[in-house]
């Protein structure tokens, strides 16, 4: 298929295609996701993050989920999506910078709020202005079926996540006129062989990279109200203090010091 065109080894992270059905109104998007899961488990060893098989499993599909969902969104924006669950009790929760073809996100299973249903939240920035969000509510625990009841309810346009592959995903949303009939009848095995039955346009290639850009600064900038409003809580007469970074779970040291230091500099 033309959609699984080999990546070109000068290039580093995992492309991600777009096409046009042509005479459908449909848009595919399609990526091989084993470079981005290398990254991430790459990650959590980094990190010392170990987390639940039944979660780890539930975080790679939603990032696949967010992942296509962003190479198919305009470049200028900003996307982050919550993503919470009741039974089990977990939030996921995904960043993305399209203009860098970033991505990253973490799993919480500590603290996760009890709520009389789950919850998903999509956060988009577009050219600086403000954010707007959405929120719906969603059955079971498929990270992907959630996306889908987002797509449908706030998006207001069917999207069909694929998994074509032990790590080959694509994702079919809606264009204006789109033949319906031919949308839903969609399946595993005909999307793998689309090009045979199908004119695909290829739109657009790009290449996303596990990313989050975390730094000493911006932990610095997260822990300065907690200095500010209770400094002998926030160290427990410690010189320093461990903090994970909200996105990525990264794990970084701030130094009293450091952090007193930094707040001298801010109004």
Same mark, same amino acid.
Not at 55 to 66: G, I, N, P, Q
Not at 108 to 127: H, M, S, T
């Given at each position: 298929?033309?959609?699984?065109?080999?990546?070109?080894?000068?290039?580093?992270?995992?492309?991600?295609?777009?096409?046009?059905?042509?005479?459908?109104?449909?848009?595919?998007?399609?990526?091989?996701?084993?470079?981005?899961?290398?990254?991430?488990?790459?990650?959590?060893?980094?990190?010392?993050?170990?987390?639940?098989?039944?979660?780890?499993?539930?975080?790679?599909?939603?990032?696949?989920?967010?992942?296509?969902?962003?190479?198919?969104?305009?470049?200028?924006?900003?996307?982050?999506? !919550?993503?919470?669950?009741?039974? $089990? #009790?977990?939030?996921?929760?995904?960043?993305?910078?399209?203009?860098?073809?970033?991505? !990253?996100?973490?799993?919480?299973?500590?603290?996760?709020?009890?709520?009389?249903?789950?919850?998903?939240?999509?956060?988009?920035?577009?050219?600086?202005? $403000?954010?707007?969000?959405?929120?719906?509510?969603? !059955?079971?625990?498929? $990270?992907?079926?959630?996306?889908?009841?987002?797509?449908?309810?706030?998006?207001?346009?069917?999207?069909?996540?694929?998994?074509?592959?032990?790590?080959?995903?694509?994702?079919?949303?809606?264009?204006?006129?789109?033949?319906?009939?031919?949308?839903?009848?969609?399946?595993?095995?005909?999307?793998?062989?689309?090009?045979?039955?199908?004119?695909?346009?290829?739109?657009? #290639? #790009?290449?996303?990279?596990?990313?989050?850009?975390?730094?000493?600064?911006?932990?610095?900038?997260?822990?300065?109200?907690?200095?500010?409003?209770?400094?002998?809580?926030?160290?427990?007469?410690?010189?320093?203090?461990?903090?994970?970074?909200?996105?990525?779970?990264?794990?970084?040291?701030?130094?009293?010091?450091?952090?007193?230091?930094?707040?001298?500099?801010?109004?």
């Amino acid at each position: 298929m033309s959609a699984s065109t080999p990546v070109n080894p000068a290039d580093s992270g995992t492309e991600v295609r777009s096409y046009f059905v042509r005479s459908r109104n449909a848009l595919l998007t399609r990526a091989h996701f084993g470079d981005l899961f290398v990254d991430y488990y790459l990650h959590l060893a980094d990190q010392g993050l170990k987390p639940e098989p039944e979660h780890d499993a539930m975080f790679k599909r939603a990032l696949t989920a967010f992942a296509l969902h962003c190479a198919s969104r305009p470049r200028n924006e900003l996307t982050a999506w !919550t993503i919470n669950f009741q039974a $089990p #009790r977990l939030n996921l929760f995904l960043a993305g910078d399209n203009e860098e073809g970033a991505v !990253t996100g973490r799993g919480f299973a500590e603290n996760v709020k009890e709520l009389p249903e789950n919850i998903f939240y999509a956060d988009v920035v577009r050219n600086r202005q $403000p954010a707007r969000r959405s929120a719906v509510s969603f !059955t079971g625990a498929d $990270p992907i079926a959630a996306a889908e009841k987002f797509y449908a309810q706030s998006e207001q346009r069917g999207a069909r996540y694929f998994e074509l592959g032990e790590e080959d995903f694509a994702l079919l949303t809606e264009h204006p006129d789109c033949d319906l009939e031919w949308f839903h009848a969609q399946t595993p095995e005909t999307m793998r062989t689309l090009d045979e039955r199908e004119t695909l346009v290829l739109l657009e #290639r #790009r290449v996303l990279h596990w990313h989050c850009g975390c730094n000493q600064r911006r932990m610095l900038e997260v822990l300065l109200p907690v200095l500010r409003s209770d400094a002998e809580g926030l160290f427990g007469g410690e010189d320093k203090v461990e903090i994970r970074c909200p996105r990525c779970a990264g794990r970084h040291v701030v130094t009293r010091e450091a952090l007193e230091a930094f707040a001298v500099t801010q109004p």
